[in-house]
């Protein structure tokens, strides 16, 4: 959901849009039945730690994403666009709810795998502040190269090309070792899918825009993970 026109609500649902009380009778809906089926989940205290560290990160990324938003030059179409959303949120519910059928458990029940978790929580949401630090007004959200766009070396970005992408995975790997079961794991593979598809699209465009500083750049860094990828 974001301000639309004049400051009314606007949701985007797939090609659709809609303003004003409508987004926000449907907003609430949605967050009731959400709300309504992680309830239903009886998730432990440890998933409830998992989704206030995704909170915050959304509360964060929101509250800081009109101070660092510059004119576009060139954005990612509506329909890719539209897409990496809905992948996402089939992920973040893949991630917290419980699913008949897929509630059976990838990891054994132990007292590490919560501390283990939260803590790859932990480190990817200071990896992400980092990183937007360092990328300033050159962040987007979307794949969009903006006016004066620059291309960032420094901080994580002087050995991963896509920290941020990085960060986001972490939370959802993160929230898969807390929660131990494979419906959260293939919640995380979910996001993984979303991200390499974006990473490929705003690769192409920084290619384009950059040329020979990106091949170079490419050349020297990893695109998510060293040494793995």
Do not use: C
Not at 21 to 41: C, E, N, R
Not at 117 to 127: F, Q
């Amino acid at each position: 959901m974001r301000p639309g026109n004049g400051g009314a609500p606007r949701l985007v649902l797939g090609s659709r849009t809609l303003t004003g009380p409508a987004a926000s009778v449907i907003v609430v809906l949605l967050t009731a039945m959400l709300l309504g089926l992680v309830v239903w989940a009886k998730p432990s205290i440890g998933m409830w730690l998992a989704g206030g560290i995704w909170l915050g990160f959304v509360v964060f990324w929101n509250l800081t994403a009109r101070r660092w938003r510059a004119p576009a030059q060139s954005e990612e179409s509506r329909q890719s666009r539209a897409l990496h959303r809905n992948l996402l949120n089939l992920g973040l519910l893949l991630l917290f709810v419980s699913i008949p059928g897929l509630r059976w458990r990838y990891l054994p029940p132990n007292p590490w795998h919560v501390p283990v978790g939260l803590g790859i929580m932990a480190a990817a949401t200071l990896l992400h502040i980092w990183a937007r630090v360092h990328l300033g007004r050159n962040w987007s959200h979307e794949v969009m190269i903006r006016s004066d766009h620059e291309l960032v070396r420094t901080g994580p970005y002087r050995l991963v090309r896509h920290p941020i992408y990085t960060a986001i995975l972490g939370l959802a790997i993160g929230t898969a070792v807390v929660s131990g079961r494979v419906v959260s794991l293939l919640g995380a593979l979910v996001f993984a899918i979303a991200y390499v598809r974006k990473l490929r699209i705003e690769e192409r465009a920084l290619g384009q825009e950059f040329g020979d500083a990106w091949d170079a750049y490419r050349r020297s860094s990893w695109a998510l993970v060293p040494p793995v990828f």
